[in-house]
């Protein structure tokens, strides 16, 4: 068995990035195996040692774990994703309407065309879909006394614009009055040429870039006013109605190993076929991620809510309740002022602000006295100029004086020599004295003004010198400012953050509080849960996940929306909190991953052990003697024969066991709450018909709702009839349920997972008594084959692994579809009604029909959820056999190949030597994995197969529908479809509602993060 140890051990390895390894590893050894028997799959043993090859490295592959994120409009989810997916504009983040929003499917491209990096397929609506929105669009179109609404009232009555825009938006060629007044087939317009041709049909688009792919998207997902290069937009079709979902494929990191996250805004669709993919997507999840903005998380109570009872309620039902995670979004969008007086005094973050009001002094007071300054300068350039302008005109006085004094004295001698008059020459000389002190004086006011403009050149460098010195301090001043204040706004953002995550936590268990108290309340003395027992909420309040992100932030300072302004109060890419929601995404993706790697590893060692029986056999045979051959025969059908009937008893009690609780816990709860829901049918009718002062509903959105049968989603939210008479019914058996799912039927196919796998060794163990096997090296081998066949078989036989979550929301969900059976008539009736005393004729259907079948209906409804349970015992016990029996066999061929020296490798001398060289190099192979280093593996949670909390029900990473056929990759054609006010002033209100939990409430203790730096941020 050495050559089994390096692979024994990888089985039970916890690294990623091992085990990564060793399944690429395991395919090279495969691929080599099937080769060794390439010319001998004739031989039908061989054949099933290349199919299990196959299958093998077929279903290596990575699977899918699907991520559904769920919010409101405007909860900056697109901006979220993109971040996660470092993408600067992948998810369109313009603001699209509520009406127009798309489901999202992204994951990752594994096409190696640069072309192709960006790719999406647009699976649009079949044609009856379409048809039937159509009908219930022109519904909308009606005023409450049947008139149709008149078309300068279209943009008044909100579901008659909502209906106009979507009719309009395809239709571009019919006038706002033809629409109003109706006239329109809806069939007919559904074989118009441009809608005919995509209805039912999948789009591709591919591009090299991520603007050029969202340029090319937004054509069929967005409205022509928000698309750009189109001049005349008002005569072009529009895609967006008519879209049922948009599958995105592109290289991200996160999504490369199986992650695929959907944006599901279409949760609450009024579009029926969306409505029911978003549906179906939730069925697939393995995390929900709740998205909401910081702002409004804390005040809206989100995460007590989430979105809704209903789907708070079908949480409960399915179990998704423990893969919630909470994001905060938009934690940027901050008031500083406000988040300041909401923080403790002593909190260091105040000794800040007081330091930054200092520097903000110091920057006023250097600003007053750099503008002092700088005004003297400017004086003293001016005195200076002025100085410049005596300097020259004394310079060009005295230079004109130098001139006159020079033709004074030719013209002194030309008169003595022409005249001998005494007066002439006594005035000559007087004048010429004049002109001598005139030039000293002016020599001597040029030499005062040199000196003086000299002092002011050297005051101005000075003081210049003193200003490039303020200035640098000004600078230094203002840079200090600076940091502080992203400083202070970190500090804010992340205390803002550390407030509000324990705050959430509670909220969220308090929401399941509410669940589990109104269930109870409901039942009453009537209800039937002997196995009750209180949650421990401060518990699941603990274990919530809940991230505070700024998904713009971290795109900004990785260098994306480079035309946005910087971004303050983050010190660094983790205090955004994108980087730690990657890293808790690629945990989710871990947990998936390695479960398929275990289960990989364990079917490995499965056929290479079987090989090792083969080579052993050849070397080694027993060599028995024929009548010590029939009887060891005989002795091992004896063992298998008990074997199996011990194993078909543990089967039938185990599932005896399951009937019994599901009808202790269910059935007698079922019965009651039909009855409890009937009682209550009759006036939960009634008061969809009040005024709506008195919480009624209005004509439009009654008649809209019964058009839709029984459901409709608009403008002021989802009002669902069905929902609203099954409501009794959920709350009267939605913990007996959970409780069945969660604990009783697992706990009882664990502990059969137990007894089988202790009947393996008992048969085991009598083999061990036989003198004429044990001792030899194919049998010890055979023996190590059942040893590991009991362990694989204990693991093997768990709830969750056996059935798939859609069988368990199959029994859950067929409450809702009896009911709306039952009222399909009266549906029908008020879909074709009209004119004066319509809404009065409508309700009095309604009530009818509820009279007439408020027993009936929920009697239908329990049997249908009964029969789904049947079904699931059924197919649970058959699926428990067929892991038993495949067991079974597996080991009375090993013990027979034994016995009989089954040797088909005698034969394949070729095949024998490939494989025994396999086998020899087999521990080598698998060694150096072990060594690999796992500093860089994403932690994953040990615990995993420890009890379940009650909140956890039914998880199936590897569950994965596919909504609908793929279509072949192409660029841009067709393919035919065959088949406000927010935490930030409301911090101190918020936190009395932590004091008076602290009273009484079990879930008082609200967690704080350990270790939080508000200088460094948290994760």
């Known amino acids: 068995m050495r050559k089994l140890a390096s692979l024994q051990q990888l089985i039970s390895e916890t690294s990623l990035v091992r085990l990564e390894a060793a399944l690429e590893t395991g395919n090279d050894l495969l691929q080599e195996i099937k080769s060794a028997f390439a010319d001998a799959t004739s031989v039908e043993e061989v054949a099933k040692w290349v199919k299990q090859a196959h299958d093998l490295q077929a279903q290596s592959r990575k699977q899918r774990t699907v991520v559904g994120v769920v919010g409101s409009t405007g909860a900056g989810k697109s901006s979220m994703i993109n971040a996660v997916l470092d993408e600067e504009n992948l998810v369109p983040t313009n603001g699209m309407r509520a009406c127009t929003a798309t489901i999202t499917e992204i994951q990752f491209n594994e096409t190696e065309d640069e072309q192709a990096a960006y790719r999406a397929e647009i699976h649009f609506i079949h044609a ?227 330091t930054m009001a200092t520097l903000k002094e110091t920057e006023q007071r250097s600003i007053t006295e750099t503008s002092l300054v700088d005004k003297r300068i400017a004086d003293l350039s001016g005195l200076i100029d002025s100085f410049d302008e005596d300097v020259e005109q004394l310079e060009l006085s005295l230079e004109s004086q130098k001139d006159e004094t020079q033709d004074s004295g030719t013209a002194q001698q030309v008169t003595s020599t022409s005249s001998s008059g005494e007066d002439s020459l006594d005035d000559s000389v007087e004048r010429q004295e004049k002109r001598v002190d005139s030039r000293e004086e002016a020599i001597r006011r040029l030499a005062s003004l040199r000196a003086e403009k000299k002092a002011l050149r050297a005051e101005k460098s000075d003081l210049q010198q003193k ?128 479960d398929t790697c275990h289960w990989y590893l364990t079917n490995l060692r499965s056929l290479v052990s079987q090989l090792m029986v083969q080579v052993l056999i050849a070397d080694k045979p027993l060599d028995l003697a024929k009548d010590l051959k029939d009887e060891e025969l005989h002795f091992l059908e004896k063992s298998l024969k008990e074997l199996s009937l011990k194993t078909r008893s543990a089967i039938k009690k185990a599932v005896d066991k399951c009937d019994l609780a599901l009808q202790d816990a269910l059935d007698d709860n079922l019965a009651s709450a039909a009855i409890h829901a009937s009682k209550a049918a009759p006036g939960i009718a009634r008061s969809w018909g009040k005024p709506k002062r008195d919480g009624g509903i209005a004509f439009s959105t009654y008649r809209a709702t019964c058009v839709r049968d029984g459901k409709y989603t608009g403008p002021s939210g989802t009002t669902d009839f069905n929902e609203d008479l099954c409501l009794p019914l959920m709350k009267h058996i939605a913990r007996p349920w959970e ?137 649970l016990q058959q699926s428990i056999k067929s892991e038993v029996e495949l067991a079974i066999s597996q080991v009375s061929a090993d013990y027979k190949d034994v016995i009989e020296d089954h040797n088909v490798l005698k034969a394949l001398n070729s095949a024998q030597k490939k494989i025994r060289n396999l086998l020899d190099d087999l521990d080598s192979r698998f060694r150096p994995v072990l060594e690999m280093p796992v500093s860089t593996t994403v932690g994953h949670d040990n615990k995993r197969d420890e009890p379940a909390d009650e909140v956890s029900l039914i998880t199936s990473p590897s569950a994965s529908v596919v909504l609908e056929p793929g279509a072949e990759q192409g660029t841009i054609k067709h393919e035919v479809l065959l088949s406000k006010e927010g935490v930030d002033s409301d911090m101190a209100n918020s936190a009395s509602t932590l004091e008076e939990a602290a009273k009484g409430s079990p879930t008082a203790s609200v967690p704080t993060e350990p270790g939080f730096s508000l200088k460094q941020g948290s994760g």
Request: proline share 4%; charged share 30%; aromatic share 8%.
């Open 467 to 594: 200003a490039k010195s303020l200035r640098e301090d000004l600078d230094k001043t203002r840079i200090d400012i600076g940091d502080l204040q992203s400083g202070i706004k970190s500090a804010c953002i992340q205390y803002r953050n550390q407030y509000s995550r324990p705050v959430i936590r509670l909220q969220f268990a308090e929401g399941l509080k509410e669940l589990d108290e109104e269930s109870l309340l409901s039942q009453g003395e009537s209800g039937h849960d002997s196995s009750y027992t209180r949650r421990d909420y401060q518990a699941i309040a603990a274990r919530l996940p809940v991230f505070c992100v700024s998904g713009r932030a971290y795109q900004k300072m990785s260098g994306m929306l480079r035309n946005d302004e910087p971004t303050t109060g983050y010190l660094s890419l983790e205090e955004t909190e994108i980087i730690a929601l990657q890293e808790h995404a690629q945990k989710t993706v871990a947990s998936t991953r390695t």
């Open 739 to 875: 409780r069945i799912f969660s604990h009783s039927i697992p706990d009882i196919i664990e502990s059969l997972g137990q007894d089988l796998s202790q009947c393996l060794s008992e048969f085991q163990d009598q083999m061990h008594t036989r003198p004429q096997l044990k001792n030899s090296e194919p049998y010890e081998l055979v023996s190590y084959r059942v040893k590991n066949r009991a362990e694989s078989l204990r693991k093997a036989v768990k709830f969750n692994k056996l059935m798939k979550l859609e069988d368990q929301q199959k029994a859950n969900r067929s409450f809702k579809p009896a009911v709306q059976r039952a009222m399909q008539k009266a549906y029908d009736f008020c879909k074709v009604e009209s004119g004066a005393g319509s809404f009065e004729r409508m309700k009095g259907y309604i009530a009818k029909q509820v009279q007439n079948e408020q027993k009936s209906m929920f009697d239908s409804a329990v049997n249908a959820a009964q029969d789904s349970l049947e079904e699931l015992l059924d197919k």
């Open 128 to 354: 009856n879909d379409w048809i039937e929105e159509l009908h219930a669009l022109r519904g909308d179109l009606k005023e409450p006394d049947g008139d149709l609404v008149g078309a300068e009232q279209l943009g008044s009555e909100p579901r008659a614009a909502i209906a106009y825009d979507k009719i309009r938006s395809v239709y571009p060629q019919l006038s706002k009055e033809d629409i109003a007044k109706r006239e329109f087939s809806p069939e007919a317009l559904a074989q118009q040429a441009p809608v005919k041709e995509v209805l039912g049909t999948v789009k591709m688009i591919t591009a090299p870039t991520s603007s050029a792919f969202t340029d090319l998207l937004r054509e069929y997902i967005d409205s022509k006013d928000r698309v750009r290069g189109h001049k005349n937009n008002s005569d072009r079709m529009e895609f967006w109605p008519l879209v049922k979902f948009v599958r995105v494929f592109v290289r991200s990191r996160i999504l490369e190993p199986g992650m695929v996250l959907v944006d599901l805004p279409g949760l609450h669709d009024s579009n029926a076929a969306r409505s029911a993919v978003a549906a179906r997507y939730l069925q697939q999840c393995t995390g929900l991620w709740v998205v909401a903005p910081i702002t409004r998380i804390v005040d809206d109570k989100v995460a007590q809510n989430l979105l809704g009872m209903s789907f708070k309620r079908q949480l409960q039902f399915d179990g998704l309740y423990s893969a919630v995670t909470v994001i905060c979004t938009k934690t940027d969008d901050i008031s500083v002022t406000e988040a300041l007086r909401s923080m403790p005094l002593d909190h260091s973050v105040h000794l800040d602000y007081m």
